[in-house]
């Protein structure tokens, strides 16, 4: 049933959807909240229900061997001998990432696209004798194979004299956002790191983020913004892989306003979100397959198994976040084989996983019994032995649940098999294998008044 109040909100949402469609009203956390908590936007739904996406670091630190260029690294060193961006994205694909997001410039201000901001790109390079673009070839691949492109633009940039003094270099970023956001089409999400160091005139660059944000959102309404500050999807607060096990897609703004920042406070809102937070900013879990985000040939033997690979899966998308999951290309511009065999593995078992949920044929009773307070049982028709289970909220409505515990039925009586806090667009968790003939979720609190979460369980394998 269609509460009074979800009624009267849909309906304001849908009061402003000309607005909405027409690019006039740009604001994510305004439109869909009016009275109330808030809820996310399409986009930012869209970007959560991809639940997977790669991250591809490619650049001059490919052929040097680096982390962090300096940004004197030679433009003629940039010269991938295979490359194909179609390998990246069919890898991509079947693992069952649904976005991609490239590096168009990292802190070495090497910028994979022809710029009219600096020479420091692939325009001087031997890369296809320096008519290349390879922001273009990726997006071209991304699209050919369904999948939607992203593009980071680190805002430090070690090359660019103009790094430090900071009007004049915000200007640049500017036009180097302006060039890539109006180029390339559709792009989805636009990556923003807080890294932020001085110039070649000592003076340490002051970015100005209200102003890039407005420009993306004027340039590219249907793009999700990340950074530590959103506005649009949040840092989670570390490269481990490893999101809040509370973990709201709420948070209050105030508490993280710029990236960059550090602090037990700002760390605690990233990893967990805020119960009481006034904007919808959900978090995205970026990690590496490797131990660095560039390709280093020493690592090659480095690469996380696919179980390894399996469990970041449950510590991000099944704690109501994103993964983001980095596979660099080497300097041949592919991926290396170990890396798509693990992708590949990671997919098959996390397929494996959830391909046969034991409550497909449940009996489900569903009753709340206070605004904070609602219970499900779900009867199975005999006996099954479970290893893990899923639950979902439909986040459209917003995120509400703040405590719960899911028991099943066994041979000795009702027994815990998790307590939690938060469950969000997916909460899912393996289980020691138990034999069950019924289960029961009982939310024990809650922000809004409960809305029925889907519960699945699935056999061990
Ligand atoms: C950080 C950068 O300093 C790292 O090199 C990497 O790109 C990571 C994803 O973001 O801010």
């Known amino acids: 049933m269609t509460s009074r109040r979800e009624f009267l909100q849909q309906s304001v949402a849908m009061a402003l959807m000309p607005a909405l469609r027409s690019g006039l009203y740009h604001e994510p956390s305004g439109y869909a909240q009016p009275a109330s908590r808030p809820r996310p936007t399409r986009a930012q739904l869209d970007w959560q229900r991809d639940e997977l996406a790669l991250f591809c670091h490619f650049g001059v630190n490919t052929f040097t061997n680096r ?135 000592g003076k340490r660059q002051q970015y100005d983020w209200p102003a890039t944000w407005s420009l ?108 983001l999951l980095n596979v660099p290309p080497t300097s041949s511009g592919r991926f290396h084989v170990t890396d798509v065999a693990n992708l590949r593995l990671m997919r098959e078992r996390l397929d494996a996983r959830f391909a046969d949920p034991v409550t497909r044929s449940a009996r489900g009773r569903w009753a709340v019994q206070s605004d904070t307070a609602a219970t499900l049982t779900l009867s199975l028709p005999r006996p099954v032995e479970i290893g893990a289970v899923d639950l979902r909220e439909d986040i459209s409505a917003g995120q509400r649940v703040a405590a719960f515990v899911l028991e099943g039925q066994t041979a000795a009586g009702w027994q815990t098999l998790v307590a939690g806090t938060t469950i969000g667009y997916r909460r899912a968790e393996p289980l020691a294998p138990v034999t069950v003939t019924a289960l029961r979720l009982r939310i024990t609190d809650a922000v809004e008044r409960p809305r029925q979460v889907a519960v699945a369980a699935f056999a061990p394998v």
């Open 216 to 323: 993306v959102r004027r340039l590219q309404p249907n793009a999700v913004m990340f950074s530590d500050a959103g506005p649009d999807v949040r840092w989670i607060g570390n490269e481990r892989g490893v999101a809040g096990e509370t973990n709201w897609s709420t948070v209050r703004p105030e508490i993280v306003p710029v990236p960059g920042l550090e602090g037990a406070e700002v760390m605690r809102s990233l990893q967990q979100g805020d119960r009481d937070g006034t904007v919808w900013r959900p978090g995205e879990t970026d990690v590496s397959i490797r131990p660095g985000w560039f390709w280093h040939p020493a690592e090659d033997t480095k690469v996380r198994s696919a179980d390894n690979l399996k469990q970041l899966w449950f510590t991000s998308v099944g704690r109501n976040s994103k993964l």
């Open 67 to 201: 982390e962090w260029g300096d940004g004197r690294e030679d433009p003629s060193i940039f010269n991938p001998s295979a490359l194909d961006c179609r390998e990246w994205t069919r890898a991509a694909k079947a693992c069952g990432a649904k976005a991609l997001i490239l590096t168009a410039k990292h802190h070495d201000g090497f910028c994979l696209w022809p710029t009219a901001t600096t020479t420091h790109s692939v325009a001087s390079s031997p890369f296809r004798n320096g008519q290349g673009d390879l922001v273009r070839e990726f997006v071209d691949a991304c699209r050919a194979d369904g999948l939607r492109p992203g593009l980071y633009l680190s805002p430090w940039d070690r090359n660019h004299p103009a790094y430090g003094d900071s009007p004049r270099y915000n200007d640049v970023y500017r036009a180097q956002l302006t060039e890539l956001l109006t180029r390339y089409g559709n792009i989805h999400e636009v990556w923003f790191d807080g890294a932020n160091g001085e110039g070649p005139n």
